[in-house]
């Protein structure tokens, strides 16, 4: 059960040829009265109605995820 959505931003997925990750605001994702989240979908195909892989993040989650993708990309190089 999934209330409308809007997507913020889509880009390419690295080291695929049609590869898309997509970035979405949802309302009400699991019914009426749920709170919104932000939706990460990967698509291998290119297809952002479909995703292969999605997470749903609460916005009450974001910074702590950001911080932690930050870290990830810290320790990587």
Known sequence: MSGEHKIIKTFALAGTKKGLISIAHINEPYGKESNPVVSIG?????????????????????DELIEALQEAKESHK
């Not at 479909?50 to 609460?58: G, L, S």
């Open 42 to 62: 990967i698509s291998l195909k290119g297809d952002i109605n479909e995703p292969d892989w999605k997470a749903h993040i609460p916005y009450e989650n974001l």
